[in-house]
């Protein structure tokens, strides 16, 4: 994923939403396309045929127009998932989740026009002014650490959230039945952080629902002003009703006094929930319980009336907002309750409430459920790790469960007009509307689909849930284009693209990223489940177009060589272009970019591909596609011809070629600031000597046979500390390289330049314990070094954790600290999998 990017982003994302708060128009899903609306269909195709004909327009001309439709056109082979996969009637118990995994606490369906639940609070008169609102999260607004200790991807979770002088607990439990996606139940439990803290702070509660479209809700309030229930319907859940039940104490069912305020308005946007609220919190209202000296707090509106601010009144149309606020003092619990009309049979059932002493049954019956089965799969009790690594490896797939999101929307799509450069001269179109079920890297910072980290998201996933991963991989597959392309980020929906500035929505369908899906594929095909095989069968011509793609779209001019489009121009600003679409951003490549350059990590990635892809073909018996790719995959695996285009005698390791001078520093050039200065010698076609992650890609994807002569300095370069060999695992650049540290450009500070990435760790752990079991001269090596990469690796990010309470998105290689954002939930989270020693 391109991180840089990202990065960057993340800084503007603030400047966005503050433009927005100044009063921008909120943005709406699909308005915006309307001018540009992307061609598709078949008629229309014939029609411009037809004009192109009529005018005498040239050949090249017709040629770009049909490039440019493809490229918004999506893939015609069958969908590897069932029809309505996402639907009630086929997937009811997936069809509320966590699946807002930006906000701290939410459940949605799934459907492109959802009904949103959420959780806003704010801690009233800790400071003068208006009390902060939380709400989504965010990577600078103190709260922290927090994140879910359980949940299972489907039914049941807890989640912890530390605010200042508040501890927060939030816990949700799901209840099947009916077709509608059955019953749930949340318990939100807020307690002074310190125990014994005399000066109980009073907090309010926000309970929201959210309809986009037509949906009905219907509150009926009771006598002090608070909801007593919400009834509702939707085409898709049928009868339903919220009821907010009232406030406890902690851990039993003495009622405590709350104080209630409550809104109702037209739906003013996703994006803008939390800026609404904030606005409507103006009137100060007293908090005054029997017995107790009244207090002052900031409320929304006393009573529930109406209020519409779409244009000529037509809220209905775009959905309701109806927020309930509660008020009081800590410690208290509140619960939740929605109901299915359809798990009643339409009311002729009773079925007991999911709530006080029976809600606390389910969630402690699930959470220890959740223990048993994740020692079975995982064995870290049994392999002998703490009771606190344990629970680390808990968090860590817990909260990449809880990152679990679901997305709906369109990408704006810049074609390939098949000649490098000339970009500039087509306009974005607009992908048409697809969902997408995805884990994300980071709630706070990445809270969407980024390509190629979901290939490593779903090797934990798969070994927890399957189905969660076929789920996943349906969902991903179904964004190919006409081509066979998949875009590396995916910005669906008002929400995901409130958090990036317009510049950075584009994708470019020229550009590739890391086909990372192929490592659960190859996991599902060792296995040989039957559900899995089920699955690949119908899956199968979908990743063979992607993989088709790839092959043919990134190929260089030498025969069984690979370059990654999509180099940044050699600006005079940038030490070194950077190559944004491998994923690792601004490690080091050639210095001039060239079309002659080749790609190592691409080869090996491609290499991964072709071999995988033949053994699928092979077992699925398409003898066909099996005759294509089994040469391919032999050829890309002879070592003479690897050697040939990558080994680099003199830096004794393999390397990228291309149009390279050593000679390159950014100097200070006032006005300007650092520039880039080329020297002698001039850049030749020559191998690149930047050591790091990308000189030992064939070690990493197990591409060497044990008895190669190049496993030998591999390893030699990743056991040495002057390379790649760090007390916290291994860097992404050499110690040794002059790149190593250094910044990119005044503004973009080092990233894949010496951290170490939990990613490619988790790669080479793999790899070393694959030729740690293999007969070879290197076998025992491998083992030692598998064993002292993990200790380093495993204690590292267990003292971050411990320390910091986050996972992070990489971690310092001079003293092993987390650096980057957090929590990042992604990748990171493979760290269970290294516990596990689970390859
Ligand atoms: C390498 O880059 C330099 C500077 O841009 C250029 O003058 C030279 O022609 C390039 N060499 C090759 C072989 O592409
Ligand atoms: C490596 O070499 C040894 C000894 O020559 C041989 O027994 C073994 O089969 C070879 N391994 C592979 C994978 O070729």
């Not at 926000?206 to 002003?225: H, I, N, Q």
């Not at 406030?247 to 305020?261: H, I, L, M």
């Not at 584009?506 to 996991?523: E, S």
């Not at 450009?745 to 951290?755: C, F, L, N, Q, T």
Request: glycine share 10%; proline share 8%; charged share 20%.
């Amino acid at each position: 994923m391109a991180r840089g990017e990202r990065r960057r982003r993340g800084v503007q994302s603030d400047g966005a939403r503050t433009a927005e708060r100044r009063g921008g128009p909120a943005r709406r899903d699909g308005r915006r396309g309307e001018a540009m609306g992307a061609p598709g269909r078949p008629a229309l195709a014939v029609v411009v045929l037809a004009l192109a004909l009529a005018l005498g327009l040239s050949g090249s001309w017709l040629l770009s127009w049909q490039r440019a439709r493809r490229a918004v056109t999506l893939h015609p082979a069958p969908p590897a998932l069932p029809p309505d996969s996402s639907s009630p009637a086929v997937a009811p118990g997936l069809f509320w989740g966590t699946y807002r995994p930006h906000v701290y606490f939410g459940m949605k369906t799934r459907s492109p026009k959802p009904l949103l639940a959420g959780l806003m609070w704010a801690q009233q008169g800790s400071t003068p002014g208006t009390p902060k609102l939380r709400h989504t999260c965010e990577q600078g607004d103190g709260v922290g650490p927090y994140g879910w200790e359980l949940h299972d991807g489907l039914s049941f979770g807890r989640q912890h959230i530390q605010d200042g002088a508040l501890r927060l607990t939030t816990e949700f439990v799901k209840r099947p039945g009916g077709q509608h996606g059955g019953d749930w139940s949340w318990r939100v439990t807020v307690e002074p952080q310190a125990p014994g803290t005399t000066a109980l702070p009073l907090v309010s509660l926000f309970f929201y629902v959210v309809t986009d479209g037509k949906e009905v809700l219907v509150p009926e309030t009771g006598a002090k002003g608070q909801l007593k229930f919400i009834s509702g319907h939707t085409s898709e859940l049928g009868d339903f009703r919220f009821t907010l039940l009232a406030p406890t104490s902690p851990g039993d069912t003495t009622p405590k006094y709350g104080s209630y305020n409550v809104f109702w308005s037209s739906n003013p946007g996703l994006p803008l929930l939390t800026e609404f609220v904030k606005s409507r919190l103006n009137s100060w209202f007293q908090h005054r319980p029997p017995g107790a000296t009244p207090e002052r707090y900031l409320g929304l509106p006393g009573s529930l009336k109406w209020e519409d601010r779409s244009p000529g009144g037509q809220g209905q149309g775009q959905g309701q907002f109806l927020i309930q606020q509660v008020t009081l003092k800590v410690p208290f619990s509140l619960e939740l309750v929605f109901e299915s009309g359809s798990a009643r049979g339409g009311g002729r059932q009773t079925l007991e409430q999911l709530s006080g002493s029976l809600l606390t049954q389910a969630l402690k019956s699930h959470a220890t459920s959740f223990r048993e089965r994740f020692e079975k799969t995982f064995r870290l009790n049994e392999k002998g790790l703490r009771a606190e690594e344990q629970a680390l490896g808990q968090a860590a797939l817990s909260g990449l469960l809880g990152g679990i999101g679901y997305f709906y929307g369109q990408s704006l799509v810049l074609p390939d007009m098949g000649v490098e450069g000339s970009e500039q001269k087509v306009d974005p179109a607009l992908f048409p509307p697809v969902p997408l079920f995805t884990a994300v890297p980071s709630r706070s910072f990445f809270p969407r689909g980024f390509l190629w980290d979901e290939g490593f998201h779903q090797l934990v996933v798969q070994r927890w849930d399957p189905s969660l991963t076929r789920e996943a991989l349906g969902h991903w597959l179904g964004l190919l284009n006409a081509d066979g392309w998949i875009g590396r980020e995916q910005i669906l929906g008002d929400e995901a693209q409130a958090r990036v500035p317009p510049e950075f929505l584009v994708q470019q369908t020229a550009h590739a990223n890391p086909p990372t899906l192929l490592l659960p594929v190859a996991h599902m095909l060792e296995g040989g489940e039957p559900a899995n095989m089920v699955f690949l069968r119908k899956a199968f011509p979908r990743l063979y177009a992607w993989f088709s793609w790839l092959h043919k779209s990134q190929v260089g001019p030498v025969p069984l060589s690979y370059r990654w489009r999509g180099r940044d121009p050699a600006l005079p600003t940038l030490l070194n272009p950077k190559t944004l679409p491998s994923g690792l951003d601004d490690y080091p490549r050639a210095s001039h970019p060239s079309a002659t350059e080749r790609h190592l990590d691409l080869r090996c990635w491609v290499a991964l591909g072709a071999r995988l892809l033949a053994q699928l073909a092979e077992q699925l018996g398409d003898t066909e596609a099996a005759t294509e790719l089994g040469p391919l995959a032999a050829s890309l695996e002879a070592e003479e011809k690897l050697d040939e285009l990558h080994w680099a005698q003199e830096l004794g390791v393999f390397a990228d070629f291309g149009n390279h001078t050593k000679a390159v520093q950014l100097k200070p050039r006032p006005p300007q600031g650092l520039v880039r200065v080329v020297g002698r010698p001039h850049p030749r076609m020559q191998y690149v000597d930047a050591m790091g992650y990308v000189s030992i890609f064939p070690l990493l994807l197990r591409l060497l046979n044990p008895n190669s002569s190049h496993l030998g300095p591999l390893l030699d370069v990743l056991a040495d500390s002057r390379h790649l060999w760090s007390p916290f695992g291994l860097r992404s650049l050499a110690a040794s390289s002059s790149f190593y540290g250094q910044r990119n450009s005044e503004h973009d500070p080092p990233y894949w330049r010496g951290a170490v990435w939990l990613n490619v760790n988790y790669l080479a752990l793999g790899a070393l314990y694959h030729y740690g079991h293999l007969e070879g001269p290197h076998q025992a090596r491998a083992a030692k070094l598998h064993s002292e990469l993990r200790a380093n690796v495993v204690g590292n990010v267990w003292r971050q954790y411990h320390s910091t309470g986050f996972l992070w998105e990489q971690y310092s290689d001079r003293d092993g600290r987390g650096m980057g954002c957090r929590p990042f939930q992604g990748w990171t989270s493979l760290i269970l999998l290294i516990m596990a020693e689970d390859y």
